[in-house]
């Protein structure tokens, strides 16, 4: 281990634009000189190779476009030297005093930390529909406090709870839901530190949206079943009762977190088509993780990295 604080894993795929902004942003933290930058690059031969600058310890890892979400994740955390693993999309960008507040959330005992988020492209009505849908339980502002559940992929872990999770963090990667699920069976802390903001880019493409929901719920189901140890029975029945509740149980879920916001529940109310019919499109793609595995789910969420990212 180093002297540093916290270590910014970003894997990065193909739009280089919005990731260079992401690992700008990263250079310009405000305790720079005290964290590292973990870039995981995944983009095709061909692509421009990210700048760096300042005073942040960099590392850059060149990694095959075959890489699994969940293995070039792990490469990330093994090129990682400190007790603090921090993860950001190469399209979620952080606000300068980012890092400052997850490593000062990280001096408590929660082993996992989220963040707040703000919309990067609020231009078009699917770009706010979907923030909804994704971000709007997590969006700034929001209160600090202990957590049952946080956001997927923005996320951050103390390196030694992940490390507890042994041989299966691999495949484990590739759901953080799930990671958090395990934490709560074993009543490890979770925290969600609403002063750390990221700004996100949300999907522009109603196709893109179809696909890659029902591809990342698709890995959600099979990690689940598999972590959890579900006999074919329990996934059968979880597989046949998930498009029915699921969708409620998100709704639910985010009604409440947006109750008390009158500028989310007026952007809920306008954008709640869009809204439920990602959530059916989600609990499609669990139910299927749960009755036919993963299938090749895992590697279209790698294929949609290295497009142009969620736009």
């Keep these: 281990m180093t002297d540093k604080l916290l270590s910014a894993v970003v894997v990065t795929g193909n739009n280089r634009r919005i990731a260079q902004t992401v690992i700008d942003a990263l250079c310009g933290q405000t305790i720079a000189r005290d964290m590292e930058i973990i870039i995981v690059d995944i983009a095709h031969d061909g692509q421009a190779p990210l700048a760096t600058n300042g005073e942040a310890k960099i590392v850059q890892v060149r990694y095959g476009a075959e890489a699994s979400w969940g293995s070039a994740r792990l490469a990330g955390i093994q090129h990682a030297s400190t007790s603090i693993i921090a993860f950001l999309e190469d399209h979620c960008i952080p606000e300068a005093d980012w890092a400052e507040r997850v490593a000062e959330a990280h001096a408590g005992p929660s082993v996992a930390v989220g963040y707040s988020f703000r919309n990067a492209n609020p231009e078009t009505y699917l770009s706010r529909a979907t923030m909804l849908s994704d971000y709007g339980r997590w969006e700034h502002p929001v209160e600090s406090g202990p957590r049952v559940s946080l956001q997927s992929n923005n996320i951050s872990y103390k390196r030694e709870a992940l490390m507890s999770l042994g041989a299966r963090l691999e495949w484990l990667l590739l759901s953080d839901g799930v990671i958090q699920e395990l934490f709560r069976l074993h009543e490890r802390p979770m ?121």
């Design 191 to 311: 925290y969600l530190e609403g002063r750390a903001t990221a700004a996100h880019h949300n999907f522009t493409n109603f196709a893109l949206l179809i696909t890659e929901n029902i591809a990342h719920s698709r890995v959600v189901g099979a990690v689940r079943a598999r972590a959890l140890g579900w006999n074919t029975g329990k996934r059968i029945v979880h597989g046949l009762a998930t498009p029915f509740v699921a969708p409620l149980f998100q709704l639910r879920r985010l009604i409440a977190a947006v109750s008390t916001r009158p500028a989310q529940k007026q952007t809920l109310l306008v954008s709640f088509p869009v809204v439920f019919f990602s959530f059916l499109c989600s609990a499609a793609g669990e139910s299927l993780g749960y009755l036919l595995g993963m299938g090749k789910a895992d590697s279209q969420l790698t294929t949609e990295l290295l497009r142009q990212g969620p736009g």
